[in-house]
Structures are given as structure tokens and as C-alpha cells.
């Protein structure tokens, strides 16, 4: 059989990307970063000057961008037609452009038929807001990874003092808040949890503990789907 389509959802700041990277470097698989995608369109509306509330225009920006998601060295590059743009993507002013840019129903469109796309053939680890409700509703893992808005927010602050970045820690929990809001509010692609996702509380876990668990879920998965053949 082809390898699993594991769909980890989650808000901003619970450890998805790094908790969906580890799994698909312990199973062999692919890591497909969906937030990379709006991020990377949301920096070219910035560079170009898009208004983040012009939905048309936005949804004919992504239409005419070209994302290509490469692993490297372990970790993932990103490719904005066809410039490296790994590190101009993870500012805060492009996570919180994103976030607008993510409520789009046309760059939704977009960007879901490019993820359908890339992970259709299984083996592979995709991670995003709405993975297991909208882009794969049939992945045969579906992880809900959550946090307490305190925590989320600490670790959002330590990544950007680590980089060298000067943000203030109350700022970034006020922003994580209004993320969480953001997304759960947005008409096209609310976030929400799967009916039959597990959920997976990251708040008092370390990050291979939290790794080592799901890919234990997706072999008890793998294990059961075997037996049925």
C-alpha cells in the first residue's frame, strides 16, 4: 500500500511545523508546509503592493505565483518564482498578512488544488488549518495539535529571540489571540477540529514526545489497514 496521508491542524504557535517535520523524517515521508504557501503569497502582496482586503486581486496573485516546497539539510526550502525566500516569510509582519490572506475563498482555491496535488499520493505529512476538514478530509491520520494561548505565544516569542528578533511577549500573545480569533471566525475554511481527528494537547509535552506518539498512532494505523487486506 502507498504511505499514509497524515494531516496535522492546529493554531498558530502549537508546534505544527515542527512537530510535522519530525514525523516525516521518523516515517520516511514527505513534509508539505501548507502555511508556507499563503505566507509566500501574502510577501509578494506585500512587495507589490496588494491591498490585503482586495480579494480579486489577491486571488489573481496566487493564480500567477509559482511555490515550490524543496527539503534540504533536514529542513524545508521555500521557493517564491523561483527566489529563496525561506527566512523573508517567517517575519511577523508576513505571518500576520498571511493570516488575511488565508480568509481569501479564491486564494483558498488556489492553494488547496496545488496541496491536493502534491500530497494526493500518500506518504506524506501536511500541516495546516484545515488539512482533515477541507484539503484531505479522508487522510487516514488526522492529528488536532493544540496548546494554551500562554504557551503558544512563549514559544513564538523564544523562536523570534533565538533569530535575534526584538518582540515583546505580550504583544505576541495579543497577536495569538487575534489569530485564533481570525481563523476561527473566517467564513471559507474555518478552523476547526475533524470529527475523527485525535486531539493531541501539546502544552506540558516536549516535542519528541509529542512526535513519537503520532507516529505510533500512524503504525497502529498502517497496522490495522494491512490486516484488512
Not at 85 to 104: D, H, L, M, W, Y
Request: hydrophobic share 40%; proline share 3%; aromatic share 4%.
Amino acid at each position: 500500500m502507498n504511505g499514509l496521508i497524515i494531516a496535522i491542524d492546529g493554531p498558530v504557535g502549537s508546534g505544527k511545523s515542527t512537530l510535522a517535520r519530525r514525523v516525516a523524517e521518523l516515517m520516511g515521508y514527505v513534509y508539505i508546509d501548507t502555511g508556507a504557501m499563503y505566507r509566500s503569497v501574502a510577501l509578494k502582496a506585500l512587495r507589490r503592493g496588494v491591498a490585503l482586503e482586495a480579494a480579486d486581486a489577491l486571488t489573481a496573485l496566487a493564480s500567477d505565483t509559482r511555490i515550490d516546497l524543496r527539503a534540504r539539510d533536514g529542513g524545508q526550502q521555500v521557493f517564491l518564482d523561483g527566489e529563496d525566500v525561506t527566512s523573508a516569510i517567517r517575519t511577523p509582519e508576513v505571518a500576520q498578512a498571511a493570516s488575511k490572506v488565508a480568509v481569501v475563498p479564491g486564494v483558498r482555491r488556489v492553494l488547496v488544488a496545488e496541496q491536493r496535488r502534491a500530497g494526493g499520493q500518500g506518504g506524506v505529512v501536511m500541516e495546516g488549518r484545515d488539512i482533515g476538514t477541507v484539503v484531505f478530509p479522508d487522510a487516514e491520520l488526522k492529528i488536532f495539535l493544540t496548546a494554551s494561548p500562554e504557551t503558544r505565544a512563549e514559544r513564538r516569542w523564544r523562536e523570534h529571540q533565538q533569530k535575534g528578533d526584538a518582540i515583546d511577549l505580550a504583544r505576541t500573545l495579543e497577536e495569538i489571540r487575534e489569530r485564533d480569533r481570525r481563523d476561527r471566525e473566517r467564513e471559507d475554511s474555518p478552523l476547526v477540529r475533524a470529527k475523527d481527528a485525535t486531539v493531541v494537547d501539546s502544552t506540558a509535552m516536549e516535542p519528541e514526545e509529542v512526535a513519537r506518539l503520532v507516529v505510533m498512532l500512524a503504525r497502529e494505523n498502517r497496522s490495522a489497514a494491512s490486516s484488512k487486506q
